[in-house]
């Protein structure tokens, strides 16, 4: 198939933002409560407001962690060099969390001794703000550690992320024997990666993070083109490589922080979607971002509505992160066999 | 650490472009603190006080009649309702329920995890709720979109902590339901149960105890706790010392304790399952309470007959009298009201009162 790159842009586009449609017009007629679309639109109670108030904020609550997830995880891979590089696995996710965390159990003291300075501090943005800086910091400590001699090594970066994440779970652990007992289910809500309920102030901060950053990865996307052949080649062709390098850093962070933000650590997200999504469009990251963060949406929109409807006859539903999680992990490890193969080129 | 991180002068369009954009978006996220604020605040800022200090809140408009379609979210509050005699005003409870007058009811999820769409399906006219901070997000969500919907239903927010919270709910709540008599009546014959108790264990010798509500890892009833508290009213003295109210004790410092009697709280588990705690001397002599139901940690009508049954634990030498829990000859029902305990059920106790249930 020839098509002009502007055209397979378009198609690929069209095609991502359909998948977000019909995925988020699945996850709104999918749910515990039979209702009726007709009569929810027709304004007609309670159906106006679960479709409304409930399905739909929450269905836009995961595309937009979806997108930051896919979009962040397409940028990373692109830096690494790598395609088993992912916010989750790198530890970025995890900065993240015990990022928040710590601008949540800051504000469960600050509360103690100045009331409403200390319920400020534990609104939305703030923690948003904790997480978008614990993720920017375990980006710098996952790629400055993962440096052997000077040269970036993946294998020791992946390493680094995977201990970073272990600790912190000990830390955010450690951190909730010290909180009242709804701090910590707040704090445990952080580590289990779930789409919820959150009020419509809270989503605003978060698309503003998530779009934005999104925004920066596609702005930059060619640039990611030319950081795949590596640093010299890239330089040779004229590219200020550290610069674009910094920006990218900090867009997939901030994307990460932010999807962390509002719903947890939820892994996996940005590999798994990048990794179908280059297989139809190729590795040109033109493509490849844009379309990533559409398909990013529209998966973790299904996995939500999947999570929700999995277990209704047990009248509960698992948190999102666990669905991922158990889609990803042998993903994972099938991406590491093939890898490994050395006739396997990577990304 | 990393050289290629080093800020550098802007160059070319399109970083400048990018940078402006991230800038903005941060601006964006910071100016939408108003709104992250402002719906639903009150259940969001309790003040802090139970329900025996006036600390219920009501969202949302008060009823103007009797509600008819009442959810209730906790487990305690359903046996408080039936109590009451209000059976027939219930529209759907907790998939922890467990009485059996409330089997053929609408589930609505669960005590830590609410589901808002089951609740806005039923059409409820009023939601009360144990206030707890797990099922925060879903019940605030349940506010606003209650407040935002042309028949705004109230929810009303009890926060039960201690003893004297769970003797004035009954109060609150047949208030809320227009049977505020059938409410006093209630409260008082909890009141009049519970100090019962406390006279008979008063002249008697308090018991050093080790209150366990897991095994593993040993999960017991600390200072400031409602276990605690119970303790005291069962004429006990509580061994463990400390801060926290619910901790992860140490085995060690169990057995350095040397409690004389080992209650074991842990209904729901086998009861074999505390010989793994037979360093205790206590627990090796084979003084160990078992508690026959999670009844008296239900911070509702049920705790009075869980009371009682420690109370015979703690001191069998004085419960030959043959006592039983009397709520006084002017309670409405026998059904979830004290003296009529349910079979113990598969889930885990729900409204743990003082939270940090492992």
Redesign the interface.
């Given at each position: 198939m020839t098509l002009s790159p502007a055209a397979r842009l378009a198609l690929a586009l069209a095609a991502g933002l359909l998948a977000v449609g019909l995925a988020v017009a699945a996850s709104c007629a999918l749910?515990?409560?039979?209702?009726s679309l007709g009569a929810a639109l027709a304004?007609a109670?309670?159906d106006?407001?679960?479709l409304l108030?409930?399905?739909l904020p929450r269905a836009v609550l995961a595309a937009l962690v979806g997108c930051a997830l896919a979009a962040a995880g397409t940028a990373l891979q692109a830096l690494l060099r790598n395609p088993l590089a992912e916010p989750f696995v790198l530890g970025v996710s995890g900065g993240a969390a015990l990022g928040g965390s710590i601008v949540l159990v800051a504000a469960a003291g600050l509360a103690r001794v100045a009331g409403s300075a200390g319920?400020?501090l534990g609104?939305?943005?703030p923690v948003?703000?904790g997480a978008v800086a614990g993720a920017i910091a375990a980006t710098?400590l996952v790629?400055?550690l993962g440096?052997v001699a000077g040269r970036l090594v993946p294998e020791a970066a992946l390493l680094v992320g995977i201990v970073f994440n272990a600790f912190v779970a000990g830390v955010i652990t450690l951190m909730k024997?010290l909180v009242?007992?709804?701090?910590?289910?707040?704090l445990l809500y952080w580590l289990l990666g779930a789409v919820?309920?959150?009020?419509?102030?809270?989503i605003?901060?978060?698309a503003?993070?998530v779009?934005?950053?999104v925004?920066?990865l596609v702005?930059?996307s060619?640039?990611l083109n030319l950081l795949t052949l590596g640093d010299e080649e890239a330089a040779t062709l004229g590219l200020?490589?550290?610069?674009?390098?910094?920006?990218v850093?900090?867009?997939a962070s901030?994307a990460t922080g932010a999807a962390v933000a509002l719903a947890g650590m939820v892994g996996f997200v940005g590999l798994i979607v990048p990794h179908l999504v280059r297989r139809v469009v190729g590795p040109d990251h033109r493509l490849l971002v844009p379309a990533s963060a559409l398909f990013g949406a529209a998966f973790l929109v299904l996995a939500d509505a999947g999570a929700r409807l999995a277990f209704l006859p047990?009248?509960?539903?698992p948190p999102v992160g666990a669905v991922t999680a158990f889609l990803g992990g042998p993903f994972f490890l099938w991406l590491l066999r093939r890898s490994a193969r050395p006739e396997e080129g990577t990304a | 650490m990393n050289p290629s991180l080093a800020p550098r002068p802007a160059r070319g369009p399109v970083s400048r472009a990018a940078a402006g954009t991230l800038a903005l978006a941060l601006t964006a996220s910071a100016a939408a603190l108003a709104p992250a604020r402002g719906a639903a605040a009150d259940l969001l800022h309790p003040s802090g006080k139970g329900v025996a200090e006036g600390g219920a809140i009501w969202a949302g408009p008060r009823p103007s009649g009797p509600p008819r379609r009442v959810v209730v979210l906790a487990p305690s509050l359903t046996d408080v309702v039936l109590a009451l005699g209000l059976r027939d005003r219930l529209v759907g409870v907790t998939r922890l329920d467990d009485a059996p007058e409330v089997a053929d009811l609408p589930r609505v999820g669960g005590f830590l995890d609410p589901n808002p769409e089951a609740i806005l399906g039923l059409s409820p006219d009023l939601v009360l709720w144990v206030t707890d901070g797990g099922a925060l997000p879903a019940v605030r969500r349940l506010a606003e979109l209650s407040r935002a919907s042309r028949r705004p239903f109230p929810i009303l927010a009890l926060p039960i902590v201690n003893v004297a919270d769970v003797l004035a709910t009954p109060r609150v709540v047949g208030d809320a339901l227009g049977d505020p008599a059938g409410g006093e009546r209630l409260s008082r014959a909890l009141a009049a149960g519970v100090e019962s108790i406390r006279m008979r264990g008063e002249g008697l010798r308090r018991r050093r105890v080790l209150f366990v509500v897991g095994r593993e890892p040993l999960v017991v009833g600390g200072p400031g706790s409602f276990a605690d508290e119970l303790l005291r009213i069962a004429g006990a003295e509580n061994v463990v010392a400390g801060a926290r109210p619910w901790p992860i004790y140490p085995l060690e410092k169990a057995v350095a304790d040397d409690p004389e009697l080992v209650v074991d709280a842990a209904a729901r588990e086998p009861a074999g399952g505390i010989h793994r705690l037979a360093a205790i001397p206590a627990v090796r002599r084979g003084a160990v309470v078992r508690l026959s139901s999670d009844d008296l940690l239900r911070a509702g009508p049920r705790m009075v007959p869980g009371l009682e049954e420690l109370f015979r634990g703690i001191h069998p030498e004085a419960s030959s009298t043959g006592f039983r829990a009397e709520p006084g000859a002017d309670a409405p029902r026998p059904s979830g009201a004290p003296g009529a305990a349910p079979p113990p059920a598969r889930e885990p106790a729900p409204a743990r009162p003082g939270g940090s249930r492992p």
């Amino acid at each position: 198939m020839t098509l002009s790159p502007a055209a397979r842009l378009a198609l690929a586009l069209a095609a991502g933002l359909l998948a977000v449609g019909l995925a988020v017009a699945a996850s709104c007629a999918l749910g515990a409560q039979p209702i009726s679309l007709g009569a929810a639109l027709a304004g007609a109670e309670p159906d106006a407001s679960i479709l409304l108030g409930l399905r739909l904020p929450r269905a836009v609550l995961a595309a937009l962690v979806g997108c930051a997830l896919a979009a962040a995880g397409t940028a990373l891979q692109a830096l690494l060099r790598n395609p088993l590089a992912e916010p989750f696995v790198l530890g970025v996710s995890g900065g993240a969390a015990l990022g928040g965390s710590i601008v949540l159990v800051a504000a469960a003291g600050l509360a103690r001794v100045a009331g409403s300075a200390g319920e400020a501090l534990g609104t939305a943005p703030p923690v948003a703000l904790g997480a978008v800086a614990g993720a920017i910091a375990a980006t710098l400590l996952v790629f400055g550690l993962g440096r052997v001699a000077g040269r970036l090594v993946p294998e020791a970066a992946l390493l680094v992320g995977i201990v970073f994440n272990a600790f912190v779970a000990g830390v955010i652990t450690l951190m909730k024997m010290l909180v009242p007992p709804e701090q910590a289910n707040r704090l445990l809500y952080w580590l289990l990666g779930a789409v919820g309920y959150e009020s419509p102030g809270t989503i605003a901060v978060g698309a503003a993070l998530v779009l934005g950053s999104v925004a920066v990865l596609v702005l930059l996307s060619a640039r990611l083109n030319l950081l795949t052949l590596g640093d010299e080649e890239a330089a040779t062709l004229g590219l200020d490589v550290r610069r674009v390098r910094a920006l990218v850093f900090f867009a997939a962070s901030a994307a990460t922080g932010a999807a962390v933000a509002l719903a947890g650590m939820v892994g996996f997200v940005g590999l798994i979607v990048p990794h179908l999504v280059r297989r139809v469009v190729g590795p040109d990251h033109r493509l490849l971002v844009p379309a990533s963060a559409l398909f990013g949406a529209a998966f973790l929109v299904l996995a939500d509505a999947g999570a929700r409807l999995a277990f209704l006859p047990l009248g509960t539903e698992p948190p999102v992160g666990a669905v991922t999680a158990f889609l990803g992990g042998p993903f994972f490890l099938w991406l590491l066999r093939r890898s490994a193969r050395p006739e396997e080129g990577t990304a | 650490m990393n050289p290629s991180l080093a800020p550098r002068p802007a160059r070319g369009p399109v970083s400048r472009a990018a940078a402006g954009t991230l800038a903005l978006a941060l601006t964006a996220s910071a100016a939408a603190l108003a709104p992250a604020r402002g719906a639903a605040a009150d259940l969001l800022h309790p003040s802090g006080k139970g329900v025996a200090e006036g600390g219920a809140i009501w969202a949302g408009p008060r009823p103007s009649g009797p509600p008819r379609r009442v959810v209730v979210l906790a487990p305690s509050l359903t046996d408080v309702v039936l109590a009451l005699g209000l059976r027939d005003r219930l529209v759907g409870v907790t998939r922890l329920d467990d009485a059996p007058e409330v089997a053929d009811l609408p589930r609505v999820g669960g005590f830590l995890d609410p589901n808002p769409e089951a609740i806005l399906g039923l059409s409820p006219d009023l939601v009360l709720w144990v206030t707890d901070g797990g099922a925060l997000p879903a019940v605030r969500r349940l506010a606003e979109l209650s407040r935002a919907s042309r028949r705004p239903f109230p929810i009303l927010a009890l926060p039960i902590v201690n003893v004297a919270d769970v003797l004035a709910t009954p109060r609150v709540v047949g208030d809320a339901l227009g049977d505020p008599a059938g409410g006093e009546r209630l409260s008082r014959a909890l009141a009049a149960g519970v100090e019962s108790i406390r006279m008979r264990g008063e002249g008697l010798r308090r018991r050093r105890v080790l209150f366990v509500v897991g095994r593993e890892p040993l999960v017991v009833g600390g200072p400031g706790s409602f276990a605690d508290e119970l303790l005291r009213i069962a004429g006990a003295e509580n061994v463990v010392a400390g801060a926290r109210p619910w901790p992860i004790y140490p085995l060690e410092k169990a057995v350095a304790d040397d409690p004389e009697l080992v209650v074991d709280a842990a209904a729901r588990e086998p009861a074999g399952g505390i010989h793994r705690l037979a360093a205790i001397p206590a627990v090796r002599r084979g003084a160990v309470v078992r508690l026959s139901s999670d009844d008296l940690l239900r911070a509702g009508p049920r705790m009075v007959p869980g009371l009682e049954e420690l109370f015979r634990g703690i001191h069998p030498e004085a419960s030959s009298t043959g006592f039983r829990a009397e709520p006084g000859a002017d309670a409405p029902r026998p059904s979830g009201a004290p003296g009529a305990a349910p079979p113990p059920a598969r889930e885990p106790a729900p409204a743990r009162p003082g939270g940090s249930r492992p």
